[in-house]
């Protein structure tokens, strides 16, 4: 099976899970998009309003901005896949609760081992805390490179969090330029 079937297949069961009860409210189970061979992956969050209307992640006023910093980074379509730590839209955008989480992972954990990508990038605090410490500081170690068995993993500040605070663009794009020089490196 190559990495479209298995993730065709991972979707299929994703799609009929019932193991939290983020079942009972969404509109569609948000599994994630992108190039089956990435050598990148983006994790986020959780899907929010737009993401459960179209079963997409990424693809609301957030998304449209990471489009920008992927556009700056020259990483095409292909080159990256993009997932969420939560499949399912919390009511009211609220915080995923830890037991969402935990029902979650096994889906993301399935997903990175078809994928197997070379370089990690969580998408703001809550992805962060669950990939990379429970203990991340966003605004101290963001743009930081850690690495564990051979991967590369740095978080960036999630995007909705530079549309509410633009003075944190520019950071943003001097993360994203680590990015493009990783990518470039492989
Ligand atoms: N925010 C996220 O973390 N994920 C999405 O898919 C959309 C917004």
Redesign the pocket.
């Known amino acids: 099976m190559d990495n479209k079937e298995a993730l065709a297949a991972l979707a299929e069961r994703c799609g009929a899970c019932e193991n939290c009860s983020l079942c009972k409210t969404r509109t569609n189970v948000?599994f994630g998009r992108g190039g089956e061979n990435a050598k990148l992956l983006f994790i986020?969050?959780?899907?929010?309003e737009?993401?459960d209307k179209t079963g997409?992640?990424?693809?609301?006023a957030?998304?449209k901005l990471l489009d920008k910093y992927l556009d700056y980074a020259e990483i095409g379509e292909d080159e990256y896949y993009?997932a969420?730590?939560l499949k399912c839209r919390p009511p009211h955008n609220r915080d995923p609760l830890p037991e969402e989480e935990d029902a979650c992972m096994p889906f993301l954990r399935e997903q990175l081992s078809i994928l197997k990508p070379k370089i990690i990038v969580c998408?703001?605090r809550?992805?962060a805390m669950r990939i990379i410490d429970p203990e991340f500081r966003i605004t101290k170690q963001h743009g930081v490179w850690f690495e564990n068995n051979g991967v590369k993993i740095m978080a960036v500040y999630?995007?909705?969090a530079l549309l509410r605070d633009p003075r944190k663009k520019e950071e943003m794009l001097l993360d994203f330029k680590k990015i493009r020089e990783e990518m470039k490196s492989l």
């Open positions: 948000v986020g969050e959780a899907p929010g737009n993401e997409l992640p990424f693809v609301g957030a998304g993009i969420n730590i998408l703001g809550i992805s999630h995007p909705a």
